[in-house]
Each structure stands twice: as C-alpha cells, then as structure tokens.
C-alpha cells in the first residue's frame, strides 16, 4: 500500500485549498477512504471519510459545510476540498485506509495564517 498526499500550503483565512492523496498497491475501489489532520502535540483527528463508491460521506463536526470529501475511483484518487479555512484548521493532513490500518503516508502541511 502507498498514500501520496499533496496540494497542502499556506493560505489566508477564508481561503480554499484541495488536497490530493494518490493511492497504490490495493483495490482503491472497495475500501473507504479518510483523510485525518494532526497538529503537534495532539492525537491524529478525523475529518472525513467516503464510502467505496463515493455515495456516502461523512464530516467531523469541527469541518461540516466548509469541507467536501470526494474520490476518482479511476485514478484511484480522494480528495478534500477545503474552502473557508481557519486558523484551526492548520495541520498536517493524511489519507488513510484500513486496507494498511498502521500505514500513514507522510502528510501534506496546511497553514491557514494571514
């Protein structure tokens, strides 16, 4: 299994940003996908997750209405589509899958700063 992140940056607040995460080595198309973000000095969070088709999402609270997860099946790619970004929402942000529960790629940073 591989998880390439990308698309991070540093952006002002109210800004967007879309994350890509290429992924490899598994049937990308029959597992949910998610994508967490973790700041220093505290535990890794949840912020979205999509079903294997893409029909069914889900949000942490903390993003609902400002995020939208979404995947490209045939590229074997999720997404994350970040408008309205806070300061809080600085991170590092991984893809995840439970095809490689202890696998983590190594993150794309999103500073959200003016």
């Known amino acids: 299994v591989q998880l390439v992140e990308s698309g991070g940056g540093l952006v002002h607040p109210g800004g967007s940003l879309r994350l890509s995460c290429a992924a490899s080595?598994?049937?990308?198309?029959?597992?949910?996908m998610r994508w967490y973000r973790q700041t220093p000095g505290k535990e890794r969070e949840l912020v979205a997750e999509?079903?294997?088709?893409?029909?069914?999402?889900d949000y942490a609270d903390s993003v609902k209405g400002r995020f939208t997860i979404s995947r490209d099946n045939a590229k074997n790619t999720v997404y994350l589509q970040m408008n309205s970004l806070k300061s809080e929402d600085t991170a590092v942000y991984y893809c995840y899958t439970r095809r490689a529960p202890t696998y983590w790629g190594q993150g794309t940073q999103v500073t959200v700063s003016s």
């Open positions: 080595g598994f049937s990308f198309s029959n597992y949910n």
């Open positions: 999509i079903s294997s088709g893409g029909g069914s999402t």
